[in-house]
């Protein structure tokens, strides 16, 4: 049987262990975003995806993405999304080359429901500044994540209760922007709309 101050030092060790792991998963998320950000230079160099698929929550703040702030969330069926940053004009993915340019859409899914669910990443769509709907392709988040030495943070079942943080990629024209996204459960579920500043 275990004294109460067994109890503590043991719990204590608990949170020195998630506080690390929360600690490292924010160095990484910041070291991505830096990648991705504009450092002055005025041309559309080559980057690599930010490393931060992890499961944790990221920083409320991210740095160098437009509506960095976390949106409020909003839910489709079993899964609540929050977007929690995006940007276009991403010209390179690893080894892929844009045709026109890639906007990238950073979301944090929550499982609500009771069963596990998989991202249906075909299923999410982006609205282009020119009025046309576009699909996240779910290729690209393959060569951005190759390409970043990760996993595909979609390919596997977010758990009940999980909260899984990755990217959402989507090809559209040179000089488009994203105004919106609509987040979906499923291909056929109606989807939730979350504007991007």
Not at 11 to 26: K, Q
Not at 29 to 36: D, F
Not at 41 to 64: F, R
Not at 126 to 135: E, F, I, L, P, T
């Amino acid at each position: 049987m275990s004294t109460p101050g067994e109890r503590t030092e043991t719990r204590n060790w608990r949170y020195v262990v998630l506080l690390g792991g929360i600690l490292t998963a924010f160095v990484a998320s910041g070291l991505g975003i830096w990648l991705l950000g504009d450092h002055g230079d005025g041309d559309k160099t080559p980057i690599t995806p930010p490393a931060a698929y992890e499961t944790l929550i990221p920083p409320i703040d991210v740095p160098g993405m437009v509506g960095a702030t976390l949106s409020p969330p909003v839910r489709d069926g079993a899964l609540e999304f929050t977007v929690a940053g995006s940007r276009c004009g991403v010209i390179r993915l690893g080894e892929r080359e844009a045709k026109g340019e890639f906007c990238t859409v950073r979301v944090l899914v929550h499982n609500i429901g009771d069963t596990a669910r998989r991202l249906p990443v075909a299923a999410q769509h982006g609205q282009g500044s020119d009025n046309v709907r576009y699909a996240s392709d779910p290729a690209l988040i393959d060569a951005g994540v190759a390409a970043g030495g990760r996993e595909n943070p979609w390919q596997a079942e977010i758990r009940p209760g999980e909260t899984r943080l990755g990217m959402l990629i989507f090809e559209v024209p040179r000089g488009v922007k994203l105004v919106s996204v609509e987040l979906h459960e499923s291909p056929t579920s109606p989807g939730a709309k979350v504007t991007l500043n």
